[in-house]
């Protein structure tokens, strides 16, 4: 489970909700029956966009850069872009979408998958500015199969 927790300069603290994320747990003997490999995955939610853009500015581009020495040719990469609640839905799902294909586009991998969800899930509270903040991202996931599988 995780949370966000906010102090302002007056000392006011603001808790976001307890998010949680699902675990499946397979067993080694479900591996080898189902003949799965074993992989290493690596999440990054770095990458923060100014509001209503899409563009990968010169911070972004370092993390870009990180996330790049990370991964391999056979790595598959997933981005999810998402939005504040600012705006209208349909127009934050399209924002959302540029953001993801911005950061694709960054990372020079043309077959990463990209998908924006705009504000059908926030990633943290709306109501105060910070929580909007946080939300102007993209989330990568790179998948890379372990050698010797």
């Known amino acids: 489970m995780a949370e ?4 302002d300069n007056k000392g006011n603290i603001h808790i976001s909700k307890t998010q949680t994320e699902p ?8 591996k080898r029956k189902n003949r799965i490999g074993d992989y290493e995955v690596e999440k990054f939610s770095l ?20 996330i790049k020495s990370r991964t391999k040719p056979e790595s598959e990469i997933e981005i999810i872009g998402y939005t504040d ?9 399209r924002l959302s ?3 993801a294909d911005a950061t ?17 899930r926030l990633l943290y509270n709306n109501d105060l500015p910070e929580g909007r903040f946080y939300c102007r991202t993209v989330e990568i996931i790179v998948k890379t199969k372990i050698e010797g599988e």
Do not use: C, H, M
Not at 4 to 7: G, K, P
Not at 104 to 120: C, N
């Open 104 to 120: 694709r586009d960054a990372l020079g991998r043309r077959d990463a998958k990209s998908i924006g969800v705009g504000q059908e």
């Open 97 to 99: 979408q540029r953001r």
């Open 47 to 66: 990458i923060l966009f100014d509001f209503d853009k899409a563009t990968i500015e010169a911070q972004n581009k370092k993390i870009v850069d990180f």
């Open 85 to 93: 609640r600012t705006g209208s839905p349909e127009y934050n799902k």
């Open 4 to 7: 966000l927790q906010l102090v």
């Open 23 to 30: 675990i499946e747990v397979i067993s080694i003997q479900q």
